[in-house]
């Protein structure tokens, strides 16, 4: 197995991030981004072939569409310490004429970000237009996109993913972050998603699980996994299962930190329990 230890320091780091970022403007996305730390290290820093430098064409680069653009605190975290615009600018989250927005936009000109998301459901119907761009320019390599489970109950999500398989999109990976919570409550409550593997496979889709989300070394397996099944005239699913607000105990098991912000007390215990590993900005 590959030593993942530089995964887990820059996991730990992320976290501290996340939680600065919400806690200086009392407001932004915790939950979520703490669940999806691990996914998105690994991605960004093991797996995909991508220049920091940014070019919004993208060619010969495999490409992340971050369709639940809530979660932009771990996506920044991760862009800035990927080498994509200076840490220090992590400081400015939510703030006025920031580059950081709460959900990530375009016209801000943020190195890292191809499209604004935050409206849910878009974020695979851009990425299967990306994808479909590589094939038809003989470029190999692999579009990426994460979704929210509670996204999976816009039905923009299932036309594209009826697409995707129509028009044998191969090059495309999409990870859901099954945690089971959303704003409102648990999925089950709101609006039960069922089968997931089911589904997907229905639709036409080979699907990979990663029962250990939260696990640096699962998660690259997993992603290695999915890898092995592109270019066989089918998209790929990896369902993620994740807990929310993980790696911070009082955060964890309930929707209620989906989008709220830890205050002082919370904040430092949060810090606690992640010690700084690679320097705050």
């Known amino acids: ?39 998105l290290v690994t991605l960004y820093n093991e797996v995909m072939d991508h220049d920091p430098s940014f070019n919004m064409d993208g060619v010969n680069e495999d490409l992340f569409f971050l369709s639940n653009g809530h979660i932009s605190p771990v996506f920044y975290s991760v862009l800035a310490r990927s080498g994509y615009f200076p840490v220090e600018e992590l400081s400015t989250f939510r703030k006025l004429n920031t580059r950081l927005q709460g959900h990530p936009t375009t016209h801000e000109g943020l190195p890292g970000v191809r499209i604004a998301s935050g409206s849910l459901g878009q974020g695979m119907s851009v990425a299967i237009g990306a994808a479909a761009v590589k094939k038809l320019n003989g470029d190999t390599k692999t579009v990426f996109t994460l979704h929210g489970d509670g996204e999976l109950q816009e039905g923009q ?93 009082f955060m964890m098991g309930s929707h209620a930190w989906h989008g709220i912000a830890p205050n002082d007390e919370q904040l430092a215990e949060a810090l606690r329990q992640n010690p700084e590993t690679l320097g705050d900005y």
Not at 17 to 22: A, F, L
Not at 168 to 176: A, E, P
């Open 157 to 249: 999500i299932w036309e594209a993913a009826m697409y995707a398989a129509a028009n044998d999109i191969d090059n495309l990976i999409s990870t859901i972050d099954v945690n089971g919570q959303q704003i409102d409550g648990s999925t089950d409550q709101v609006l039960a998603l069922g089968d997931l593997r089911g589904k997907f496979e229905a639709f036409g889709w080979k699907v990979v699980t990663v029962t250990k989300g939260n696990d640096v070394d699962a998660v690259l397996a997993g992603i290695k996994e999915a890898l092995t099944l592109t270019g066989k005239k089918q998209p790929i699913c990896i369902l993620l299962h994740t807990e929310m607000g993980n790696g911070i105990d």
């Open 1 to 39: 197995m590959a030593d993942t230890q530089h995964l887990k320091d820059l996991v730990t780091q992320v976290r501290r991030d996340i939680v600065r970022q919400v806690h200086a403007v009392s407001s932004g996305h915790p939950g979520g981004s703490l669940g999806c730390t691990e996914f």
